[in-house]
């Protein structure tokens, strides 16, 4: 029987595409119906888009294999957006007000404007989360309603390189994908997996993927920093390779040997462990390159948290991603940062039942597309599928499209957390604003207009009141300099 109610997501990740369909519980609980998978090792690297055109034969793939386990057309999907280039900056806009004047939210909504306006050579903004707002020497969350003359808005932009959103934007239109929504994959980790009391008190989440290294922090319940690293787990695997060996040998050795951190008590000298039947590489130097490449992504990830945060993550450090599975890592991160609370999310805080081993393997990797799955509010399935029907024999074109379900533009201040508009949403936004500037210009001109009329005629007006008065004035001399009758005679 067709699913007739469900949500679908996909993740872009640094080898793979995967694709996630499940249902929602009123208690927030989710059933996964499906996963799927393809490998994109020729088309995305670090988690973007290079190759498009094979880019949209994988996404193709992933909604024709969900299609089959689902028996159902999809009508839209929730996709993640993360990867190398997504960096956070901090902004901040001030504006002058009147003495006393009283802090409306209108006041609020042109600095969030002015924010979103700001231009980065080369970059664009994916969201604008909001730090604060100093209103004379107090920084306040909620401003509306206070007295001031002057106030301030702290903004965290994140931003990605424009070329990798509009190509990614591109795949999906090429796949006749329409997206529902887009979400910072980043941000859907992070609510899917850290608590409030550690995003209030302060903590470090740290993404381990297989070739970047997300890392974000919060305090106070408010996202302060994001940045994606270029090293992940294959970095320790290439570097393991340099001992002679393929890279799938030295991925085996990594899984089974390599750990994050290993006491010197636990070494024995000359020992050695084994590549295969013939080979074998000394302990010590296995672990030397291991422990090397650990300890420099870990030290660069925590090189990544502003300095006025190091002392304020009570919250610890969170750990999660295929990374994370590494023995002694958290031992290895205490090492280096010198924090002591440091946890393991192998799963999301969500109740998860599923099928698949590998969403039942709770060795974090799927947390991220889960934690997508969990964003999604908007029913993905279409019309049954005909079993009579070749699936495979046509593309998996819907009906509607990205720009049917985002006909009016959203206000970016209206959206939630981690929302980022299509391109096609953003055209129209694009375009709203330029058909209301146009608008305001043509009614700026016309009031200009009328209002050089109105000097004219008033000028005009001025003139023959003038003659007007003149004339009366010259008739009462006139009048005034007759002589009588009596002169006369």
């Not at 490998?39 to 988690?47: E, F, P």
């Not at 799963?347 to 039942?353: A, C």
């Not at 009366?472 to 009588?484: A, L, N, Q, T, Y």
Request: proline share 2%; glycine share 6%; charged share 30%.
């Amino acid at each position: 029987m067709a699913a007739k109610d469900f949500i679908v997501a996909i993740e872009l990740g640094s080898s793979k595409i995967t694709g996630i369909a499940g249902k929602k519980s009123m208690d927030g609980s989710i059933q996964v119906l499906a996963v799927v998978r393809e490998d994109a090792t020729s088309c995305i690297r670090k988690g973007v888009v290079y190759n498009i055109d094979k880019t949209s034969a994988c996404l193709t793939n992933i909604i024709k294999k969900l299609k089959t386990l689902l028996k159902s057309e999809i009508s839209q999907v929730y996709v993640g957006v993360g990867g190398q280039s997504i960096r956070s900056i901090r902004n901040v806009i001030i504006k002058k007000l009147p003495e006393d004047t009283i802090i409306s939210q209108d006041m609020i909504n042109e600095l969030m404007d002015n924010n979103r306006n700001m231009s980065y050579p080369d970059q664009e903004i994916l969201d604008a989360a909001t730090q604060e707002y100093k209103v004379g020497t107090q920084y306040q969350i909620d401003p509306v309603g206070i007295q001031s003359s002057k106030i301030e808005g702290n903004f965290l932009n994140i931003l990605c390189r424009k070329s990798f959103y509009r190509n990614l934007n591109k795949c999906f239109e090429n796949a006749k994908i329409a997206i529902a929504e887009m979400y910072l994959a980043p941000i859907a980790l992070a609510q899917s997996v850290l608590t409030e009391a550690e995003k209030r008190s302060g903590c470090m989440l740290v993404d381990l993927g297989a070739d970047t290294t997300t890392v974000s922090v919060y305090y106070k319940n408010i996202l302060r920093h994001l940045v994606v690293i270029p090293l992940g787990g294959n970095n320790i695997t290439k570097d393991i390779s340099s001992l002679q060996m393929e890279e799938s040998e030295a991925e085996e050795m990594k899984i089974k040997y390599a750990s994050a951190f290993t006491d010197d008590s636990d070494i024995e000298e000359g020992k050695t462990i084994a590549i295969d039947n013939e080979r074998n590489v000394e302990m010590q130097t296995f672990i030397d390159i291991v422990e090397a490449r650990v300890n420099e992504i870990i030290q660069n990830a925590w090189n990544q948290v502003p300095l006025e945060y190091n002392d304020k993550l009570l919250g610890g450090i969170i750990l999660t991603g295929g990374g994370s599975n590494m023995k002694n890592i958290k031992k290895a991160f205490t090492n280096v940062t010198n924090i002591q609370k440091v946890r393991i999310a192998n799963t999301v805080i969500q109740n998860v039942t599923s099928t698949d081993k590998d969403v039942n393997a709770r060795n974090g990797m799927m947390n991220t597309v889960i934690g997508l799955l969990a964003r999604g509010d908007m029913n993905c399935a279409g019309s049954a599928i005909n079993p009579n029907t070749d699936l495979f024999g046509s593309n998996p074109t819907s009906t509607t499209t990205t720009t049917d379900i985002h006909r009016q533009p959203r206000t970016p201040g209206t959206m939630a957390p981690g929302v980022v508009m299509t391109e096609a949403e953003k055209k129209k936004m694009e375009e709203a604003n330029r058909r209301k500037e146009e608008e305001e210009r043509r009614q700026k001109e016309e009031e200009e207009r009328r209002q050089k009329e109105e000097e004219k005629r008033n000028k005009k007006g001025n003139f023959i009141s003038r003659v007007t008065t003149s004339l009366k004035e010259f008739g009462r001399r006139i009048v005034s300099e007759e002589p009588d009758e009596d002169e006369k005679r």
